[in-house]
């Protein structure tokens, strides 16, 4: 082993993979440090496949309802009250209030419509949200604290490891198995199911469509807040940041297959190994890597890991 990481540090050029082969303590943070990445992207991702799942709608303004969470959450725990957990609940609930509101008024009118008219539409409530944040908050980047009881670090034998992203870790399974449980055990989850395959019978049932497409996109928009609200301690909210996101969210419901919860669990877990061990053993390319990931599985298959093809099953 010591002759391979000679080998690797000096032949090589790579002292950060030796360091993994090397280090268990560093390897180990390493792979912390992806799950609990890759739990924060999949409660927002989660929220844009779901909405497109049922929905049929590439929402390019998820991204900016992510922001509006980090913004809320600076504004409440930092500014008002000091509480952030009451911070994430006032983005939840907010981009409750912002759903309904776009939804409504806007989304319900293309969901017949081509998906170049979807696009044009989400990308004009994309310009337009980004003005509104600045409108309201500036241009200024801001800093979140962590929540007084979770600073610090939990002794996990191996290494301590900071508390709050071990929370991440535990609170995006606790959402997926939810996700899960909500969509197959819940007659709303049934409705919905159902409005997926057959939007026209489903209404000639009787069952009112229009509340089943805006509790979901509610849902998918609370989801982006909660996800942007649990990320503003270690990515301050700042204009653009949406941007960035909305990329890292396709690349993992693309990957994971659209529509497909579990899809998207698996695609953010991938997603943020391929980062963090990336950023390590190639410095400057990471941001690379899932790209990579992502023209592999479209070549091999097209409609995801877990998705399925139109018309036909996976």
């Known amino acids: 082993m010591d002759s391979l990481i000679q080998f690797v540090q000096q032949d090589l050029g790579n002292p950060g993979l030796a360091a993994l082969l090397s280090n268990p303590s560093f390897a180990f943070i390493q792979l912390m440090n992806s799950f609990s990445q890759a739990m924060n992207l999949f409660i927002i991702a989660a929220g844009l496949s779901l909405i497109f799942g049922v929905l049929r709608v590439i929402n ?14 600076y504004s409440v725990a930092q500014e008002w009250t000091g509480n952030f957990w009451l911070g994430v609940a006032a983005a939840g609930l907010g981009l409750a209030v912002m759903a309904v509101v776009i939804e409504r008024g806007l989304f319900q009118y293309i ?3 081509e998906h170049l008219m979807q696009l044009l539409l989400t990308f ?3 310009l337009i949200l980004s003005d509104v944040a600045k409108i309201i908050w500036g241009t200024d980047q801001y800093s979140v604290s962590y929540p007084q009881s979770m600073k610090g670090a939990v002794d996990l034998g191996v290494t301590f490891y900071p508390t709050y992203r071990l929370f991440l870790i535990v609170v995006g399974p606790a959402i997926a198995i939810g996700l899960w449980l909500f969509t197959e055990r819940t007659r709303f989850g049934r409705l919905t ?4 395959q057959d939007r026209e019978m489903l209404s000639a049932l009787g069952v009112n469509v229009p509340i089943i497409y805006t509790g979901v996109f509610i849902l998918g928009s609370v989801l982006a807040g909660i996800g942007g609200g649990l990320a503003a ?4 909210p700042t204009p653009g940041m949406d941007a960035t996101i909305i990329v890292d969210c396709f690349v993992i419901v693309i990957v994971g297959g659209l529509g497909s919860i579990w899809g998207s669990f698996i695609g953010a877990i991938i997603y943020g190994l391929v980062f963090n061990y990336g950023s390590v053993i190639v410095p400057n390319w990471q941001d690379v890597f899932p790209f990579l990931i992502l023209l592999a599985v479209l070549l091999i298959r097209p409609w995801g890991l877990f998705g399925k093809p139109e018309g036909g099953n996976a």
């Open 111 to 113: 969901y017949d419509k």
């Open 124 to 126: 004009a409530v994309v």
């Open 60 to 73: 390019f303004a998820h991204g900016a309802f992510y922001m509006f969470g980090a913004y809320i959450v």
């Open 233 to 236: 301690p270690f990515n301050s």
């Open 193 to 196: 199911r159902a409005a997926t």
